[in-house]
């Protein structure tokens, strides 16, 4: 029965005829104009069609890019950014004196340049007194590149990290040391936040592991946000020369916050 409908169909096909198209937004192309079955087949705009597949493949990675910050936001809990400053933007970062103006200047390149900046692992150093918008505008640099790229960002206190480690040893945490550590090598940028907080030289354990983060980033060509009371001089001897010296590479930025604290400005 079947055999009788394909005997019946059209067994040549003409070859196509080249002719020439034009698009609206780009011209003149070569098209193809196919004859099936008695009706006209004609190939479109060869640029719209590449764009058509290049912005499906930006919407494929901008899906694919939020699957993985989920997954990573799963890993460590919802506390990637603390509540206080989640969803700090620059635009909320008041910057009245030029010095501040400078340092909001500089965090915001380090965003929009986050690429190049990756690519060479230049780590940015914010360094000064408490209460002068360090946290702010390092989370802001996260919050920029995670909304504007496929980058992944991951922002925690040192003593956060050290206590999640520790946790590994007397089995009360469900992760290993080395997930841990990976969860803070694998993202494009870590920010790390306290360093040198405690008065006390810091313990081996917290040196070792410090340098378990830093170097393993380096070796990654991942660059390190670190936030920090000290200057740069305590802070080499706080994190140990080694770890320095892993900062330094690809040529460390370092941004002082010398001014007075802002907090309860508005009186309390
Ligand atoms: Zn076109």
């Known amino acids: 029965m079947g055999s009788d409908k394909i005997v019946s169909m059209p067994t040549a096909t003409p070859a196509p005829q080249q002719t020439t198209g034009v698009c609206d937004d780009h011209g003149q ?61 620059f635009a909320e970062y008041i910057a009245d004196t030029a010095e501040q103006q400078k340092a909001l200047k500089t965090c915001v390149r380090y965003a929009a340049e986050f690429k190049k900046i990756a690519a060479a692992g230049r780590c940015l150093l914010l360094l000064g007194k408490p209460g002068t918008g360090k946290t702010h505008l390092s989370v802001a640099i996260a919050n920029e590149i995670m909304a504007k790229s496929s980058a ?14 520790r946790a590994t040893y007397d089995h009360t945490s469900d992760q290993s040391e080395s997930q841990i550590l990976s969860s803070l090598i694998s993202p494009s940028l870590l920010i790390l936040d306290e360093i040198g907080v405690s008065k006390e030289k810091p313990s081996d354990f917290e040196l ?22 000290l200057d740069a001089k305590a802070l080499a001897t706080a994190i140990g020369e080694r770890c320095a010296d892993r900062l330094r590479e690809g040529g460390v930025i370092v941004i002082p916050f010398e001014w007075e604290s802002q907090r309860g400005k508005e009186g309390f």
């Open 29 to 89: 192309f070569p098209q193809q104009v196919n004859l099936i079955f008695g009706r006209e087949f004609k190939t479109g705009c060869p640029e719209c069609s590449r764009i058509r597949r290049e912005e499906e493949a930006a919407r494929a990675e901008a899906q694919e890019a939020l699957a993985l910050r989920m997954r990573m936001a799963e890993k460590l809990g919802a506390a990637l950014i603390p509540k206080r400053f989640a969803g700090k933007t």
């Open 208 to 229: 070792t592991t410090l340098f378990a983060i830093i170097n393993g980033r380096y070796e990654e060509l991942r660059p390190t946000v670190i936030v920090s009371n």
């Open 152 to 165: 992944t960002a991951v922002y925690r206190t040192i003593g956060s990290v050290l206590q999640a480690i």
